[in-house]
């Protein structure tokens, strides 16, 4: 009940002790960020509250969450965590203060806290408060003593000491001995701390009246409640043996390097006696030491050496107390102390401990936060210095922040389509000899960001599509790419705007967005459109989107589609139209001129004449290349009067397209001869006129000569306002308009003159005038006179009945 109402008040009392120190930290903690001290008492659960962070810093929890808050202890073992809805430290294990710092006091927890945006470290310590938890305790459960009976009163006798973990006032404090009518026990403190007991003889022993004495021999603590540890200790009175073992020193001193090989002699201790035989024979035995000094050392009882059974580690123990005894044959002993001071080697590499990295991270962001880490050596001196590298020809940028954390930060803008991964190594070593280093590697990858916009393989596409093509037809296509990356580089096509609104873009082509396939939509005709131009637009589907554009020519490549089309003589005439050819003519003469055009281009519009049938074969004869019509040799009257001429005009193209023209033919003395009227109107040439047939029909002569004469009186006047020359011939015009598939023409003249012919800007009318072969004073005005469409050629409804009282009557 005691015990148990002692411990209790120790529990207060270590409660009352945590909270002083947790206002005070908490009272420093509202000045700022500066470094702060919490404690805790050891062997806490898991899960104990040591202090409200988010109070502490003076944030919100959302805040202290916001900013990523971790905390980072020293090495991988980690000691505490952090409840980001609260903004509670807890400890995370359970705390052994002796595991954790041995008898080191005060015990300190170093650890960080960590935030980010900005990037901020905050230095904390953990005082860990011992508790008496342990009990002193002997390494053997007797000990065993020999004392001269002659022993003088006031004499020393050295004890083995108890071990107790624990540490100030919980650690041992002090001895004592029972029965004690002939001995007090003293308590000793060494070098390093430890209390030791000796032995005080009070009265002097008698061997005869009491030969051995058993005592017992209690450690005790100062924790609240006490604890203790006893040994029995067991004393032999011993006749006289006046001489004790000395040792040459009564302490040796030593330096052992920690990398030293076991079975290593790291000293020799000697001691000699100076009674003789038995009495004289001197053993060594360690003198009431650790577990663990047992562990490390073996001591030969013989020849007093010391060698070394297990590996030094000077990151755990830096310093051994060996006590070591020398015995006499007669049980005597004398004591020294070995003292072995560890030497540091680096034989620790550098630790790295990575505490937040970020990657992807975007392309386009400057000094970007990578990663962040902390290095740690366990060595000492410049073995534990330590120097962190990276790559040279890497972006990045190492930068060193409190208490051996750096950060990894890049320099300046990265650029994915450069390099999209990049694998750091970041390196420590430390400054020992040798040089111990670590390495650690990073991978970061880049993040696409929308800045690159498609590019066109080409800034202008010329596509080639023959005329009269099946709609859907597949034309050619255009492509671009993009540099970037996922939605980024996926590019869909498009038609933009025309810059010509009168192309009607949307029924010409289309475009698939997925491939930049380019389609005609409907069959395309060379004589209406022989060529256009559109933009296509390509664009990516970033945010905001990029895009570009290129130019597109398609060329309608002509195909044979159109028949010459015969311009003069007219063939839809109510009457046939007949020219006069005098009898007196000589080879050569020009009887009439065929006009042909062909509304196809190039090789296609190339016509040929040639003479198909004829009344009297080799009479007259057609120039091949201009359509002239001309005698072959000289009239003679055994030649008929009426002759029927068929023309055949043909294209160049392939395969050839031709159309043919009749033309009638009247050999007369002269001009002023009546018209005799076509082979299809007259009788048979056997059958005779009956008398009033013939007058009739010079009746009717001479109507139609007073007609004509007016007629060229009219063209005369009218082609001499227009100042072109003429020649003359005969035709007749029917009344009405012209058919659809006609051509009206201008002029009257016989075309007996020589030719020269000109053409306008517009390539359809340059054609024209080509094929046709008209004179200048013809050509020159038709061609501003006519419309030209596809197969057709018309004459514009102003000209219409100029052109009609032009054409010579009949």
């Not at 459960?141 to 004392?147: A, R």
């Not at 040459?248 to 330096?255: C, P």
């Not at 597109?552 to 046939?576: G, H, I, K």
Request: hydrophobic content about 40%; some cysteine.
């Amino acid at each position: 009940m005691a015990e148990n109402a002692m411990e209790a008040g120790g529990e207060r009392f270590l409660r009352q002790r945590q909270v002083l120190f947790l206002f005070v930290f908490l009272g420093g903690s509202l000045a700022g960020s500066q470094s702060r001290r919490y404690s805790v008492a050891e062997e806490k659960e898991r899960g104990f509250l040591i202090s409200n962070l988010a109070k502490d810093l003076g944030l919100s929890v959302g805040k202290l969450a916001a900013r990523g808050a971790q905390v980072v202890s020293k090495g991988n073992r980690q000691h505490f965590q952090l409840n980001h809805q609260t903004g509670d430290l807890l400890l995370h294990e359970k705390l052994d203060r002796e595991e954790l710092c041995g008898s080191a006091e005060p015990c300190i927890l170093h650890f960080q806290i960590l935030l980010q945006n900005p990037l901020q470290f905050i230095t904390n310590e953990l005082q860990v408060i011992d508790v008496n938890d342990h009990s002193p305790a002997f390494s053997e459960n007797e000990m065993q003593l020999k004392i001269l009976e002659n022993t003088p009163p006031g004499t020393i006798i050295p004890l083995g000491n108890a071990e107790d973990l624990d540490v100030g006032r919980n650690s041992l404090q002090n001895y004592t001995i029972t029965p004690n009518s002939h001995f007090h026990v003293l308590t000793r403190s060494r070098r390093d701390g430890r209390k030791y007991p000796e032995l005080v003889l009070d009265k002097a022993l008698d061997r005869e009246e009491q030969p051995e004495l058993r005592l017992m021999l209690t450690a005790l603590d100062g924790g609240t409640p006490r604890r203790s540890g006893t040994v029995q200790v067991h004393i032999l009175v011993l006749d006289i043996n006046d001489n004790t073992p000395e040792f040459t020193q009564s302490l040796y001193e030593v330096q052992v390097l920690e990398n030293s090989p076991v079975n290593s002699l790291i000293v020799t201790v000697s001691a000699s006696d100076l009674d003789t035989g038995n009495l004289g024979t001197i053993s060594y035995a360690f003198f009431h030491v650790s577990e663990e000094i047992r562990k490390t050392f073996q001591l030969n009882p013989v020849t007093g050496d010391i060698r070394l059974i297990k590996y030094l580690n000077f990151e755990a123990i830096q310093t051994y107390e060996v006590d070591i005894e020398a015995k006499d044959g007669g049980g005597l002993s004398g004591k020294s102390t070995v003292i072995v001071q560890v030497v540091d080697v680096n034989d620790n590499p550098p630790e790295l401990t990575l505490s937040s990295i970020t990657s992807p991270i975007p392309e386009n962001s400057p000094e970007t936060v990578v990663a962040v880490f902390s290095v740690s050596d366990l060595d000492s001196g410049d073995n534990g210095k330590m120097v962190c590298s990276i790559e040279n020809d890497l972006p990045f940028i190492l930068k060193p922040s409190v208490e051996n954390f750096y950060t990894l930060v890049s320099e300046g803008e990265l650029d994915r389509e450069i390099r999209a991964e990049y694998n750091i190594t970041i390196t420590v070593t430390d400054m020992g000899t040798p040089r111990l280093k670590t390495q650690h590697n990073i991978t970061v990858l880049v993040s696409d960001v929308n800045d690159n916009a498609p590019a066109f393989t080409q800034t202008s596409y010329t596509l080639s599509v023959r005329e009269n093509n099946s709609p859907a037809l597949h034309i050619g296509s255009v492509r671009a790419t993009d540099r970037d990356a996922g939605a980024n580089a996926q590019v869909t096509y498009s038609l933009l705007p025309p810059l010509d609104a009168h192309v009607p873009l949307a029924s010409l082509v289309s475009i698939n967005p997925d491939n930049g396939h380019l389609f005609a939509l409907r069959s395309l005709d060379y004589e209406a459109l022989r060529a256009f131009e559109f933009r296509v637009g390509a664009a990516d589907r970033g945010s905001p989107a990029l895009s570009s554009q290129a130019l597109v020519r398609v060329l309608v490549a002509d195909d044979n589609d159109n028949a010459p089309f015969v311009l003069y003589p007219l063939q839809n005439a109510s009457a046939p139209c007949t020219e006069l050819v005098p009898k007196a003519a000589e080879a050569g003469y020009l009887v009439t001129k065929v006009v042909a055009v062909d509304g196809d281009s190039g090789q296609n519009a190339w016509l040929s004449y040639q003479l198909l049938k004829a009344t009297e074969p080799g009479l007259f004869g057609v120039w091949a290349h201009n359509g002239e019509v001309r005698t072959a040799r000289l009239l003679s009257e055994r030649d008929a009067a009426k002759h029927r001429l068929v023309v055949l005009v043909k294209d160049n193209g392939e395969p050839p397209l031709s159309a043919s023209v009749t033309l009638h033919v009247l050999l007369v003395d002269g001009f002023s001869q009546p018209y005799l009227p076509a082979p299809e109107a007259e009788a048979a040439d056997a059958a005779p006129a009956a008398p009033l047939t013939v007058y009739l029909v010079v009746a009717l002569a001479s109507v139609s000569s007073l007609f004509l004469f007016s007629v060229l009186v009219f063209v005369a006047v009218r082609l001499c306002r227009r100042g072109g020359a003429a020649s003359v011939g005969r035709c007749s015009v029917p009344e009405g308009p012209f058919p659809g598939h006609l051509v009206d023409v201008s002029g009257t003249e016989t075309l007996s003159q020589s030719y020269q012919y000109e053409t306008k800007s517009t390539p359809h009318r340059s054609s024209f005038a080509s094929s046709a072969g008209l004179p200048t004073s013809l050509g020159s005005d038709i061609l501003n006179d006519f419309k030209i469409k596809g197969n057709f050629v018309k004459i514009l409804p102003s000209k219409k009945s100029e052109y009609l009282g032009s054409f010579c009557g009949c």
